[in-house]
T-cell receptor, first 117, second 116 residues
Framework: GAVVSQHPSWVICKSGTSVKIECRSLDFQATTMFWYRQFPKQSLMLMAT?????????EQGVEKDKFLINHASLTLSTLTVTSAHPEDSSFYICSARDQGVSSYEQYFGPGTRLTVT | AQSVTQPDIHITVSEGASLELRCNYSYGATPYLFWYVQSPGQGLQLLLK??????LVQGIKGFEAEFKRSQSSFNLRKPSVHWSDAAEYFC??????????????FGAGTRLAVHP
């Protein structure tokens, strides 16, 4: 149980285009989902917290107009990287909190590798 | 501000040898503490966590960790490493908060390689 999927697993796009990444909780309902960014050989940095049916809360320094987050249902959150540039190339990871379990238990997706050319 | 330090970027051990991965945190009080493992193509998996109580915590896959308040440490240990343990290991902390969530802050990670 407690599986989180991400789609796509990797994507290459051209500079200036937009890319959407999906995060799904497959066997539980998640009122809260989180988006992280991981640079090579570095740690995960929280980008934003997404709550179902409300606006996401962005961490300081994260451009909300560039990284659009939508959490339209209890099992799906999307991250759209708008007008992508090479510096947006990174590994994006989502996690979801099972609303039926401890507040601190997060289940992580496998990540999406974004390369902007 | 909270921070997590994992001093060892890369560790190599022989299969069957013991393992200790170090984690130190900076926080005004005792945070919630976690160890995650990340394998290629898979999401982060929770190995164990400490909220309160017994300072020696048992986790999955034969891992354990000990919380030492005096040293602000939460080191991960395993008595006998298996080749399948090769992965990236992350220590994380969260601020305790009643009834709600607070964000996880991750260390930089330690990459474990296992020699046959």
């Amino acid at each position: 149980g407690a599986v989180v999927s991400q789609h796509p697993s990797w994507v290459i796009c051209k500079s200036g285009t937009s890319v959407k990444i999906e995060c799904r909780s497959l066997d539980f309902q998640a009122t809260t989902m989180f988006w992280y960014r991981q640079f090579p050989k570095q740690s995960l940095m929280l980008m934003a917290t997404s709550n179902e049916g409300s606006k996401a809360t962005y961490e300081q320094g994260v451009e909300k107009d560039k990284f659009l987050i939508n959490h339209a249902s209890l099992t799906l959150s999307t991250l759209t990287v708008t007008s992508a540039h090479p510096e947006d190339s990174s590994f994006y990871i989502c996690s979801a909190r099972d609303q039926g379990v401890s507040s601190y238990e997060q289940y992580f997706g496998p990540g999406t590798r974004l390369t902007v050319t | 501000a909270q921070s997590v330090t994992q001093p060892d970027i890369h560790i190599t051990v022989s299969e069957g040898a013991s393992l200790e991965l170090r984690c130190n945190y900076s926080y005004g009080a005792t945070p919630y503490l976690f160890w995650y493992v990340q394998s290629p193509g898979q999401g982060l998996q929770l190995l164990l966590k400490y909220f309160s109580g017994d300072t020696l915590v048992q986790g999955i896959k034969g891992f354990e960790a000990e919380f030492k308040r005096s040293q602000s440490s939460f080191n991960l240990r395993k008595p006998s490493v298996h080749w399948s343990d090769a992965a990236e290991y992350f220590c994380a902390v969260a601020r305790p908060r009643s009834g709600g969530y607070n964000k996880l802050i991750f260390g930089a990670g330690t990459r474990l390689a296992v020699h046959p």
